[in-house]
């Protein structure tokens, strides 16, 4: 089933623009509750159609083939990552499929998820399901036939459920609706797997509490990383570096969890909530910052090639991140050039993963503004900038925009990657067209990162693959 989830209203050009006006106050208290019975009416909205669906019919056959199968009665419903009803349309439709299966199962619904709102909150309790307190992680134990509903959790969580009930009497309770095991495994990167040569369970606290520091190899305003081994592995271990930024840090964490395992973002590779601590791969080669240092090591930077595969590299995280399942997440803490590329290191391959998840905020249906403070300067997006000349900046003020702000972005990130040599100056030649684009004002006129993907593969075949056949000929 395809579902838009923009959220946005195209608006029919006038034939006079009106003069741009501060926007008034709002009585949230009342903009609440009218945004409640408005997703509420959505969510029930979806909850039909989905049960005029061919497949849901099948969908409760095969429940009650399970049912049979076990000789038992589903006791209840454990739901994790649902998203966030009060924002994104898709988390909207996977609350109506909630729906259904509790109606069809007559059970109560247990459910979490760490970024619920309390707006969230608020219209899960009108649909009465029971809101749990704290995070299980996904480590509940069961001793009954329970269904997890799980349509957008991280591999995580489905390690941690899977392996606080592995045995042979409660691994058979465990009816989980969610990913495919099969794509989470084909998902896993080649570079994990090629040297792997025995699964682990995530390591905990009992691991992580006993590691020996090494050398610091990061800092900022959120966290700190040393150097640590475990079993003769080097790897990252990340703690939080201020108590004022601790839900930014557990954020990043949950994120993490819920993204992995993928290509485009930093391994995880274990957890310790209560001392505020994670561990991640090491990656010796640093953060995107270094490449041309790297590149100048490897012998590599003449290499136009190899930096444009660089540049390749970052626009698909960014389309990883633009077309996510629970909705379009925003880079946040890109304000300048150098702390964009610190968010990102390299692999041994020269490839990208995205390192820092703590900034990444979805796109809901009235936008999103990052952080607090006012944005200057050419490398952010017209449309971050205070846009009242001659006022004091109020955030609160400020008018939301989405995910074209990175879009803008793009050319002065590849750029970097590029280099000013002779080369690298010609070559930017072909990708003017699409740089161009990126540097429209209006958000609304820049293409998304898979159109700028697509320009950029082809690219690549027609300048460097088709042009290396062609000498080949000539030879």
């Known amino acids: 089933m395809s579902m838009n989830n923009d959220g946005f209203v195209l608006v029919s050009k006038k034939k006079r623009a009106k003069p741009r006006v501060l926007r008034p106050y709002v009585n949230e208290q009342e903009h609440a509750q009218e945004s409640v019975e408005n997703c509420l009416t959505t969510i029930y909205r979806a909850r039909d159609i989905l049960q005029e669906c061919p497949r849901h019919r099948s969908m409760q056959l095969t429940l009650e083939s399970i049912q049979n199968q076990l000789n038992s009665k589903v006791s209840r419903i454990v739901c994790y990552g649902l998203g966030l009803p009060s924002q994104c349309r898709i988390a909207r439709y996977q609350t109506g499929l909630l729906i259904l299966l509790q109606q069809f199962l007559e059970v109560e619904v247990e459910i979490y998820d760490p970024l619920f709102t309390s707006r969230d909150v608020e219209i899960l309790n009108k649909l009465s399901f029971t809101i749990l307190d ?180 970052y626009v698909k995280i960014l389309d990883f991140l633009h077309d996510g399942s629970d909705g379009k997440r925003v880079m946040c803490d890109t304000s300048t050039l150098d702390k964009t590329l610190e968010q990102y290191l390299i692999t041994s391959s020269l490839e990208l993963v995205l390192n820092d998840l703590d900034a990444l905020p979805i796109v809901g249906i009235d936008g999103i503004v990052c952080g607090h403070k006012e944005l200057y300067g050419k490398f952010v997006s017209p449309e971050q900038k205070w846009p009242y000349s001659g006022l004091a900046f109020k955030n609160e003020q400020m008018v939301p925009y989405d995910e074209k702000s990175d879009i803008w972005k793009i050319p002065s990130v590849c750029n970097y990657f590029l280099g000013e040599d002779e080369a690298a100056k010609a070559f930017r030649y072909h990708i003017h067209p699409i740089h161009s684009k990126c540097r429209r004002k209006r958000p609304v006129d820049r293409p998304s990162a898979i159109e700028v993907l697509k320009f950029y593969e082809l690219v690549l075949y027609t300048y460097f693959d088709i042009k290396a056949s062609n000498e080949k000929l000539e030879l």
């Open 134 to 313: 704290e995070n299980e992680e996904g480590k509940r134990q069961v001793n009954e036939a329970t269904l997890f509903y799980m349509p957008h959790c991280g591999t995580a969580l489905y390690n941690n459920l899977v392996w606080a009930n592995w045995n042979a009497e409660a691994l058979p309770k465990c009816i989980i609706v969610g990913n495919s095991f099969s794509t989470i495994v084909q998902n896993i990167p080649s570079r994990l797997l090629r040297n792997m040569t025995q699964c682990h369970p995530w390591l905990t606290c009992v691991d992580i509490n006993t590691m020996i520091l090494g050398d610091l190899i990061g800092f900022g305003a959120v966290k700190q990383v040393y150097k640590t081994t475990w079993n003769g592995h080097t790897l990252a271990y990340n703690a939080v570096n201020n108590d004022d930024y601790v839900k930014d840090f557990r954020m990043g964490l949950e994120l993490l969890k819920e993204l992995s395992p993928s290509e485009y973002i930093v391994q995880l590779v274990g957890f310790c909530s209560s001392s505020n601590v994670f561990l991640t791969e090491f990656y010796p080669l640093g953060n995107a910052l270094n490449i041309h240092s790297v590149l100048r090591a490897r012998k590599e930077d003449t290499h136009l090639k190899v930096k444009f595969h660089l540049c390749i590299s």
